[in-house]
C-alpha cells in the first residue's frame, strides 16, 4: 500500500505559479512511476503530466506543455508539479497517482491515489 498526500495547492491569480508536491509513504517510491491529474467541476479527470521511476521519461498533457513541469526527488519520496502562467482553465483539484509501470502516461494503469489538492486562478 502506497500512501499519496498533495500539498501546495491554493488561490493565485492569473499568470501566477504554484508548486504542488505529493509525497509518498513508501521507502520504495523508487518503484513507481508517478502521474498528475486533474479534475474540474462538470469535466472528466485530465491528465496533466507523468514522470517514469528515474525521471528520464516525462510526458505532458497538451493543455499544459511549456508551462508546467514534473520532477522528482526520490530520497525525498516525492513529486512535484511546478506550474507557471496560471489561467482560470486551470482550476481543478490536483491528484498525483502512482503506477506500478515503468513510464507514467495518460494510458497507464495507476493503483494508487492521493486526495487531491484544490487548485483555484482567479481573473
Known amino acids: 500500500q502506497v500512501q499519496l498526500v498533495e500539498s501546495g495547492g491554493g488561490l493565485v491569480q492569473v499568470g501566477g505559479s504554484l508548486r504542488l508536491s505529493c509525497a509518498a509513504s513508501r521507502r520504495t517510491f523508487s518503484n513507481y512511476a508517478m502521474g498528475w491529474f486533474r479534475q474540474a467541476p462538470g469535466k472528466e479527470r485530465e491528465f496533466v503530466a507523468g514522470i517514469s521511476r528515474s525521471g528520464e521519461i516525462i510526458y505532458y498533457g497538451d493543455s499544459v506543455k511549456g508551462r508546467f513541469t514534473i520532477a522528482r526527488d526520490n530520497a525525498k519520496n516525492t513529486v512535484y508539479l511546478q506550474m507557471n502562467s496560471l489561467n482560470p482553465e486551470d482550476t481543478a483539484v490536483y491528484s498525483c497517482?502512482?503506477?506500478?509501470?515503468?513510464?507514467?502516461?495518460?494510458?497507464?494503469?495507476?493503483?494508487?491515489w492521493g486526495q487531491g489538492t484544490q487548485v483555484t486562478v482567479s481573473s
Open positions: 497517482a502512482a503506477s506500478g509501470t515503468p513510464v507514467a502516461g495518460p494510458r497507464s494503469v495507476y493503483d494508487y
